[in-house]
């Protein structure tokens, strides 16, 4: 036998094999994520030397590929699927996520087109009714998957720079930029750098943004914001937050959609993660006022605990979603009626299938699920403010009103400087292993910041990471 065929069919042959054992290995790390350091540090040079060198002239077995590259990057592993990783906004991964998304892998279909996968398409169309209804958006609403949060901004804003163009006779898409109506972009100085990039990468200019102030949680202020627009004359697009990075606060959604529907603007909302409080009766009230959004950017990867990379964009007017996003290729034949082309909605072409793991968590929570998973989040993030409140020398910056906490620390020399000091407190903490916080700069103080957003968190892992963080603190 030719060597080659020999060698397809003993790949084949091994494949069950491999499978098997590299379950054993992910099993091996998700029961383990638990008890291992959270992100303590690593030695870049000593992790490279370890995964690097040459690529060798002939293959390896695939066992040994794999046995060899879960043992070199395993000290380059930051346990952030786990229940104490509380830095950036990271959730972590449900177990049916986790396992729609190996599926998703194997069953490795091509998300582009309802031809190539009718399945991909099923599910995309099935979530999109789910979330519609879930968020409180109009039916016609069209939904993209995206990689996240940025990207579905980036697709957002391109929808939003096609409605407003077309308006004065202008198809952005077939003529450009060049000779066009100026479009004004009004954002809060809190909106988040993806909105930026966003404007960088659609030619609308991140410096040209007009930015509107925010109050002490970093909310839009809409009498600004009203009066700004009353000075515009060119067509307005304005970015508005649900959910700010580092306090968690939301803009007053409702005030500003009314500004915006006096002056015939588009409004977008970035969700990234707070667009999950709507699941919670509680905190639906946040949210006041999104219906009337015309498009909105969530990542699934983070509150809704799939495993990376997931995002989605819901654009209302489906026709200027469509246009910003379609291909326009000669081999491209639309399906028909019944059938969902899932690259008219993104900027991709060829794509994973991320319907498969967005759907599949929605479905082990439930609606009650997900409510639960928001309301326990935000209340393990308060608690985890109450038992650091209590503590001298120890500031809680904002309103804990979701799943964020901003803390700093005062030195116990009054020598020091605090933000030096809230600086180590951070590094002790991570050094620890017990849990990972992160730091950030909030109305020029540095800040430690706390962000619950994992399923798997309990009380007693709150409480162990506050002692970690308070006696990092009280050590001096
Ligand atoms: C995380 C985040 C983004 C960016 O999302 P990615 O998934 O990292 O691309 C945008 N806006 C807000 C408010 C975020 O929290």
């Not at 608690?383 to 979701?402: E, F, P, T």
Request: aromatic share 6%; net charge negative.
């Amino acid at each position: 036998m030719d060597t080659h065929v020999h060698r397809q069919a003993s790949l084949r042959f091994a494949r069950s094999d491999l499978l098997r054992k590299t379950c054993d290995l992910a099993l091996e790390f998700v029961d383990g994520l638990d008890a291992r350091p959270v992100g303590p540090p690593v030695d870049p040079a000593g992790l490279l030397s370890s995964v690097g060198g040459v690529l060798p002239v002939e293959g390896e077995e695939p066992e040994r590929v794999v046995q060899r590259l879960s043992q070199a990057v395993e000290r380059g592993l930051v346990a952030s699927a786990g229940p104490r990783y509380f830095g950036f906004v990271i959730g972590g991964s449900l177990p049916a996520a986790v396992a729609a998304d190996w599926l998703t892998s194997v069953w490795d279909q091509n998300a582009f087109s309802f031809v190539a996968s009718p399945a991909a398409a099923a599910v995309e169309e099935t979530v999109r009714s789910w979330l519609i209804d879930l968020f409180g958006l109009a039916p016609e609403t069209s939904l993209g998957f995206t990689t996240g949060c940025t990207m579905s901004n980036f697709t957002a804003l391109a929808a939003a720079r096609h409605a407003l163009l077309r308006r004065q006779n202008w198809n952005v898409e077939e003529r450009g930029l060049a000779g066009a109506p100026a479009l004004a972009v009004v954002t809060s100085e809190e909106s988040h750098v993806s909105i930026f990039a966003a404007l960088q990468m659609l030619g609308l200019g991140r410096g040209r943004a007009i930015k509107v102030s925010t109050d002490g949680q970093g909310r839009m202020n809409p009498r600004e914001l009203a009066s700004v627009l009353e000075k515009l004359t060119n067509p307005v697009l304005v970015c508005a937050q649900a959910g700010n990075v580092n306090t968690g606060a939301f803009d007053p959604i409702a005030e500003i959609a009314e500004c915006v529907r006096r002056h015939n603007g588009w409004l977008h909302v970035d969700g990234a993660f707070g667009m999950w409080a709507a699941a919670s009766p509680h905190r639906r009230a946040l949210l006041k006022g999104i219906e009337r959004a015309d498009s909105v950017a969530v990542d699934s990867h983070k509150w809704l605990n799939v495993p990376y990379d997931s995002g989605l964009v819901f654009v209302r007017d489906a026709v200027a979603h469509h246009a910003a996003m379609t291909l326009n290729a000669p081999y491209y034949v639309p399906s028909p009626e019944t059938g969902r082309d899932n690259n008219n909605w993104v900027a991709e072409a060829s794509r994973r299938a991320r319907g498969f793991t967005v759907y599949a968590a929605l479905r082990s929570l439930g609606r009650r699920g997900l409510a639960d998973l928001i309301e326990r989040t935000c209340a393990l993030a308060k608690r985890m403010s109450d038992r650091l409140a209590a503590n001298a020398g120890v500031q809680i910056l904002n309103d804990v009103v979701l799943n964020q906490v901003l803390v700093s620390f005062t030195p116990p020399s009054p020598k020091a400087d605090p933000d030096d000091w809230t600086m180590e407190v951070i590094r002790r903490v991570q050094e620890t292993g017990t849990c990972w916080v992160g730091g950030t700069t909030w109305h020029n103080l540095r800040a430690m910041r706390i962000s619950v957003s994992n399923w798997s968190t309990t009380e007693t892992d709150i409480d162990v990471s506050a002692e970690a963080i308070l006696d990092a603190h009280r050590l001096g």
